[in-house]
């Protein structure tokens, strides 16, 4: 009897892991409107930027963001979109800290996403928002609060 309410226990887990993994993946899809070339738009004259985002899995999307002073890259990161531990995490990857930084993505739609890491310095919560062809990215924390303004190429 014992064995038997042991295997129980064992097949409800793992039907719950299951069940929890593929909501994640069913959430995850909502992310694929992210894929492509993002231009960023209203910058001052001389600089430029984009983000581009690439499905490398139903599960995964890799991306890369850059903004240019002419020629010149002045700011690079590695980003990513990842499932973990039955969880959504947004991931940057910048030259200025030793590891990747991982946010939680705590609220997803079909036209966005918001992510947070209450640990982190700055920022502490990443919000996509996405209106067509137009995508606003908000960064903040604490009393500090930048847009970054993106289109679709």
């Known amino acids: 009897m014992k064995r038997i309410f042991l295997?129980?226990?064992l097949f409800f887990l793992a039907a719950a892991a299951y069940c929890q993994q593929k909501t994640t993946t069913t959430d995850f899809q909502q992310l694929n409107w992210l894929s492509?070339?993002?231009?960023?738009?209203?910058?001052?004259?001389?600089?430029?930027?984009?983000?581009?985002?690439?499905?490398?899995?139903?599960?995964?999307?890799?991306?890369?963001?850059?903004?240019?002073?002419?020629?010149?890259?002045?700011?690079?990161?590695?980003?990513?979109?990842?499932?973990?531990?039955?969880?959504?995490?947004?991931?940057?990857?910048?030259?200025?800290?030793?590891?990747?930084?991982y946010f939680k993505v705590s609220a997803i739609s079909s036209t966005g996403f918001t992510c947070e890491n209450a640990e982190h310095d700055?920022?502490?919560?990443?919000?996509?928002?996405?209106?067509?062809?137009?995508?606003?990215v908000t960064t903040s924390g604490g009393e500090k609060s930048i847009d970054f303004f993106f289109e679709r190429e």
């Open 36 to 101: 492509g070339t993002w231009k960023r738009i209203q910058l001052k004259p001389g600089k430029s930027g984009h983000e581009r985002w690439e499905q490398t899995s139903p599960a995964s999307l890799k991306g890369i963001g850059i903004t240019q002073r002419g020629t010149d890259t002045t700011f690079m990161e590695k980003l990513a979109l990842v499932v973990k531990n039955g969880a959504i995490y947004y991931v940057a990857d910048v030259a200025e800290n030793k590891e990747p930084i």
């Open 7 to 9: 295997l129980s226990i």
């Open 122 to 136: 700055f920022p502490k919560k990443i919000v996509y928002s996405r209106t067509d062809n137009r995508l606003k």
